[in-house]
C-alpha cells in the first residue's frame, strides 16, 4: 500500500514573495518531507512542521512517509515571485 502524495494548497506560478504554501496528504499519520534546493526529498530531508514562506524562485518537491507503507509519488510545484511594478 502506498502513502497517499503531498498536495498544496497553492497551485504553480506566481505568488507575491512571503505567500505562504501549506502541505498536506489524505494519509493519516504520514509525514511529509520536501526539498527546496531541486534535490529529490527523502525521509533525511527537511521535515514538514508547517507553512513554507515563498520569497523567492523555487521548485519545492516532497514526500509523504509512513512506516509500513510505501513512500508516496513526488509533489513538484514550481513558483516565481512577482515584481512589484513601479508606480
Known sequence: ????APKAD?????LVSGT????STYTEGA???YS???SAPSPSS??????ISITKPVT???????????E???LVQNYSVLVPSAP
Open 1 to 4: 500500500m502506498e502513502v497517499f
Open 10 to 14: 497553492l497551485a504553480n506560478g506566481e
Open 20 to 23: 505562504s504554501v501549506t502541505l
Open 31 to 33: 509525514r511529509i518531507y
Open 36 to 38: 527546496m534546493d531541486g
Open 46 to 51: 527537511q521535515k514538514y512542521k508547517g507553512p
Open 60 to 70: 519545492l518537491r516532497a514526500i509523504a512517509v509512513k512506516g509500513g507503507m510505501n
Open 72 to 74: 508516496s509519488e513526488e
